[in-house]
């Protein structure tokens, strides 16, 4: 919660190796509150979190700040564990597939520069899972194209918020749903969200229909004395 407004409670997850996982929801609806807590960036106010030994989280925030970079390599490397600062060779690879203009200033870099820039940095430590908070903003089709086929063949776990429905569907098989403080799964993908999304809303109408029925019954026998 934040301050009075509870955001969500009894949230229960899990991810797999190769899952491949589109987080959707309303805006203000915790998204990327629940990324940052499974990137250990906010600690939850209760609950219980497990991650397996040696396990690396990569993320890209939606919203990234390099006032203490002077390049965009600076950047790129940012992301590098601190034992493995020789590895700087991972950083040219990036900057290369991304096409990414690494000695422009983030100061002056476009947006989508800047976006490719922090999508490197999530990448270049080969995370075991990978947290994409709105990666497609800014960016060209040719490069979301690009982005598409690397979590296509990503080995360790992705999970995606995104406004780009397609994109979406191209690259998620399983859908998270955050609504109205719950948590639903669907292992299908978000091309199936609103199949999916309209079964769920009926059968919270018929549930519904069935409190609102006993309710009435019991009221009933409690109106007749017994």
Not at 61 to 68: G, K, R, T
Not at 165 to 173: A, G, I, K, P, W
Request: net charge negative; no cysteine; aromatic share 8%.
């Amino acid at each position: 919660r934040f301050g009075t407004r509870q955001l969500f409670e009894d949230v229960e997850l899990y991810i797999n190796q190769g899952d491949k996982i589109s987080l959707v929801g309303r805006n203000g609806s915790g998204k990327s509150t629940l990324l940052k807590i499974i990137a250990g960036i906010i600690e939850p106010d209760d609950g219980e979190i497990f991650i397996q030994p040696n396990t690396k989280i990569g993320y890209m925030p939606q919203d990234a700040n390099f006032s203490e970079y002077a390049t965009l390599r600076e950047v790129v490397l940012s992301g590098l564990d601190k034992n493995d600062q020789n590895q700087d060779y991972k950083a040219q690879i990036l900057i290369d597939q991304l096409k990414i203009a690494a000695e422009q200033n983030p100061a002056t870099a476009s947006g989508g520069e800047r976006r490719k820039a922090t999508l490197a940095k999530a990448l270049i430590n080969e995370p075991d899972i990978l947290l994409l908070d709105e990666p497609t903003n800014h960016l060209d089709m040719p490069t979301i194209e690009l982005l598409e086929k690397m979590i296509a063949g990503y080995k360790g776990a992705v999970v995606v918020i995104s406004h780009d429905r397609r994109f979406l569907s191209n690259v998620s098989r399983t859908t998270f749903w955050l609504d109205r403080g719950s948590l639903w799964r669907n292992n299908r993908g978000f091309a199936h969200f609103e199949e999916w999304q309209d079964q769920i809303i009926e059968q919270e109408i018929i549930a519904q229909k069935h409190l609102n029925k006993k309710i009435a019954e019991e009221t009933e026998w409690l109106h007749k004395g017994v």
